[in-house]
């Protein structure tokens, strides 16, 4: 690769506006959206500690999953980024729907053998933190 070349001068901006910000994906999770939704706008903008109790004893399905990415998140904050988990808050939160290639669906009879298609539905659950700055 040339010294001058876009590449190159591609490869040093992405490197200066890469974001630094701890984060974790559960990617392709067996789980609709919406559903994930209401679960990850409980945790948004509480601390972490918080945000595992809330979501520990939530009875949804959708909880479950998201301690788990709360967790992999923390631990990639305390890991790679060297953060101290008392300063970390939730920052962003986002489950998107899955891709239709992995959506399927499924037939239920009715009357006069026609059928109901039911929609198994997969999502993408993120969980993005930062640290709280001191006033």
Same mark, same amino acid.
């Given at each position: 690769?040339?010294?001058?070349?876009?590449?190159?001068?591609?490869?040093?901006?992405?490197?200066?506006?890469?974001?630094?910000?701890?984060?974790?994906?559960?990617?392709?999770?067996?789980?609709?959206?919406?559903?994930?939704?209401?679960?990850?706008?409980?945790?948004?903008?509480?601390?972490? &500690?918080?945000? /595992?109790?809330?979501?520990?004893?939530?009875?949804r399905?959708?909880?479950? !999953?998201? $301690? #788990?990415?709360?967790?992999?998140?923390?631990?990639?904050?305390e890991?790679?980024?060297?953060?101290?988990?008392?300063?970390?808050?939730v920052?962003?939160?986002?489950?998107?729907?899955?891709?239709?290639h992995?959506?399927?669906?499924?037939l239920?009879?009715? &009357?006069?053998? /026609?059928?109901?298609?039911t929609?198994i539905?997969?999502?993408?659950v993120? !969980?993005? $933190? #930062?640290?709280?700055?001191?006033?």
């Amino acid at each position: 690769m040339a010294k001058g070349s876009r590449t190159q001068y591609k490869k040093e901006r992405n490197k200066e506006n890469r974001d630094v910000r701890p984060q974790a994906h559960a990617k392709y999770v067996r789980l609709a959206d919406t559903k994930a939704r209401i679960v990850l706008e409980q945790i948004k903008g509480k601390g972490i &500690a918080e945000a /595992r109790a809330i979501l520990t004893y939530s009875p949804r399905y959708a909880a479950v !999953i998201a $301690l #788990n990415v709360l967790n992999s998140a923390v631990a990639n904050a305390e890991h790679n980024l060297g953060m101290d988990e008392d300063n970390l808050f939730v920052q962003e939160v986002r489950a998107n729907r899955g891709t239709s290639h992995y959506s399927r669906w499924r037939l239920n009879p009715r &009357a006069k053998g /026609r059928g109901n298609r039911t929609e198994i539905k997969f999502s993408h659950v993120s !969980i993005i $933190l #930062n640290e709280k700055t001191p006033k």
